[in-house]
Nanobody, 124 residues
């Protein structure tokens, strides 16, 4: 059974940075493409970023373009989301997810495994 555990969330002032981590267990992370999604209070979950199995390709949703960087270290079975220049509207629960597909995927149903989420709160 594959398990994903996010960490690195917290409270940060606007303009600050956070790096989220997603530890993969149960199978090597290189077997999966990884994605990050987020859900703000009262809103639907939205796609943030995705990275292929090897890490060679990445793709960002509108919420992640320009300020966020997705990466991975397969030797550590971990994926990351570096978030810079954070804004109050970035406040949300951030989820990592794993997909067995080889291509870049943005749709939630295409991800088989999900973490529990980590809260990110950006104060103004």
């Amino acid at each position: 059974q594959v398990q994903l555990v996010e960490s690195g969330g917290g409270l940060v002032q606007a303009g600050g940075s956070l790096r989220l981590s997603c530890a993969v267990s149960g199978r090597t992370s290189s077997s999966y493409g990884m994605g990050w999604f987020r859900q703000a209070p009262g809103k639907e979950r939205e796609f943030v970023a995705t990275i292929t199995r090897s890490g060679a390709s990445t793709y960002y949703g509108d919420s992640g373009k320009g300020r966020f960087t997705i990466s991975r270290d397969n030797a550590k079975n971990t994926a990351y989301l570096q978030m810079n220049s954070l804004k109050p509207e970035d406040t949300a629960v951030y989820y990592c997810a794993a997909t067995s597909g080889y291509e870049l995927r943005t749709r939630e149903p295409l991800y088989e495994y999900w973490g529990q989420g980590t809260q990110v709160t950006v104060s103004s």
